[in-house]
T-cell receptor, first 114, second 115 residues
Framework: DAGVIQSPRHEVTEMGQEVTLRCKPISGHNSLFWYRQTMMRGLELLIY????????DSGMPEDRFSAKMPNASFSTLKIQPSEPRDSAVYFC????????????FGEGSRLTVL | KQEVTQIPAALSVPEGENLVLNCSFT??????LQWFRQDPGKGLTSLLL?????REQTSGRLNASLDKSSGRSTLYIAASQPGDSATYLCAVRPRRGSTLGRLYFGRGTQLTVWP
């Protein structure tokens, strides 16, 4: 099993540019989570999907952030326009087993907005 | 709202020591609790998952216990090694609110094991 795959691993962009982060969950997992990690705030849940449907997006900071899951094997997190305060590591995670509930994380996408 | 606290925030020990990392949570109505390890620049690796009906889980030199009534979990690391150096995070999934719910994370304990 390849695990949760995220791309890009690193992204450096200028303020105002659009950023798209991508995630491929573990095959067979039906829940997907997007987290953001910073030194100041630790790990924050942005949004999660169950069976490709957004369940809770209350953690999405503002309208500049959007997330989609068009199918069970792919999700995107988009920031438009990006700002320096969006600089963070963004993690995608997928949930193995609705009842066992073990969460598996990707390696993360480190975003730097200049 | 569930709050998760981890003590200590940082720990530095010589190789070979047995360690206890602490995690406390404010709402005992949890579905499960999970311990993770995070190496610098890496994602979170799942170490142990304890369901609410369980008291402990073991994997190799790691043992995690859960006491729901007191809102506490401990991660015990036996015979620590330099390779154990990492940040250890605990996370709880609350039972209230939704079936899946969100995980609430502590800020982690940064462990350094020196040779």
């Amino acid at each position: 099993d390849a695990g949760v795959i995220q791309s890009p691993r690193h992204e450096v962009t200028e303020m105002g540019q659009e950023v798209t982060l991508r995630c491929k969950p573990i095959s067979g997992h039906n829940s997907l989570f997007w987290y953001r990690q910073t030194m100041m705030r630790g790990l924050e849940l942005l949004i999660y999907f169950n069976n490709n449907v957004p369940i809770d997006d209350s953690g999405m900071p503002e309208d500049r952030f959007s997330a989609k899951m068009p199918n069970a094997s792919f999700s995107t997190l988009k920031i438009q326009p990006s700002e320096p305060r969006d600089s963070a590591v963004y993690f995608c995670a997928s949930l193995g087993g609705e009842y066992t509930g073990e969460l598996f994380f990707g390696e993360g996408s480190r975003l730097t907005v200049l | 709202k569930q709050e998760v606290t981890q003590i200590p925030a940082a720990l530095s020990v010589p190789e070979g020591e047995n360690l206890v990392l602490n995690c406390s949570f404010t709402d005992s109505a949890i579905y499960n609790l999970q311990w993770f390890r995070q190496d610098p620049g890496k994602g979170l690796t799942s170490l142990l998952l304890i369901q609410s009906s369980q008291r402990e889980q073991t994997s190799g030199r790691l043992n995690a216990s859960l006491d729901k009534s007191s809102g506490r979990s401990t991660l015990y690391i036996a015979a620590s090694q330099p390779g154990d150096s990492a940040t250890y995070l605990c996370a709880v999934r609350p039972r209230r609110g939704s079936t899946l719910g969100r995980l609430y994370f502590g800020r982690g304990t940064q462990l350094t094991v020196w040779p």
